[in-house]
Structure formats: structure tokens, C-alpha cells
């Protein structure tokens, strides 16, 4: 029954995981990806995430480019004008990928943690 409805749940939105590059990989598990992480070995992260987008569009992104995306989704910038503070003055993680500070489309090598718009 889980099975069906995770099923399900990814059927559902899986234009939206196409549309914004989900973070995706094929052929590891979450331990692996972890590990990958704090070791900062982003070439091998990258040669294991899929680009559901590209395959799609059948313009998949180069290792290069998903290494950059990768780079810039796991980077946590928790001070600073990024940062969205709350009533109790806590720091909650704000802004979104962009690339040259325009949009999140494009030649990835240049993406950006940007601030949140207004």
C-alpha cells in the first residue's frame, strides 16, 4: 500500500521535479550521498545525479555543470542579508538558485545563492 502512494506522490508532481531539477541520483542510497557531501566529493555526487530535466529535453547538463548546481544547493549560509529573521530573531534560511542573479535556467556553471525578492 506505501508503495502505491509514494508512487502515486511522485507521478503527481513529477513535472514539477522535471521543471526545476529535482535533486535526484541513480545508483546509491541516502548513507552514500551523505558522505559524499561531508566529504566534499562533488564530482562523484555529480556523477551520480540525474538530470531529469535534460533527459527530458534531451540536453542533459555536463558533469561540470551538475557538480556547480550541486555546489550551490548544498552551500548553507545561516548570517548575514540571506537570512530572514523572525519574531524570536532566529535565522531561517531564506533565497533560491539563481543564475547570474537572474533566473534558475541557463548555463549552470555561474549558480548563485541570491536573497529572497520582496
Known sequence: MAS????????KHWAEY????ATCF?????F??????VAADYRTLAKKFVDV???????????????ALLKARVRVCSWGPRV???KSGEGQLGG???QNGH??????SKWQLQPPSA
Open 26 to 30: 541513480r545508483t546509491t542510497h541516502a
Open 96 to 98: 533560491d538558485l539563481h
Open 18 to 21: 522535471e521543471e526545476h531539477r
Open 53 to 67: 530535466k535534460g533527459e527530458r529535453d534531451g540536453a542533459s547538463m555536463d558533469v561540470n555543470e551538475k557538480e
Open 103 to 108: 533566473s534558475k535556467e541557463g548555463d549552470s
Open 32 to 37: 552514500e550521498v551523505f558522505a559524499l557531501v
Open 84 to 86: 530572514i529573521r523572525g
Open 4 to 11: 502505491n502512494s509514494s508512487e502515486f506522490q511522485v507521478a
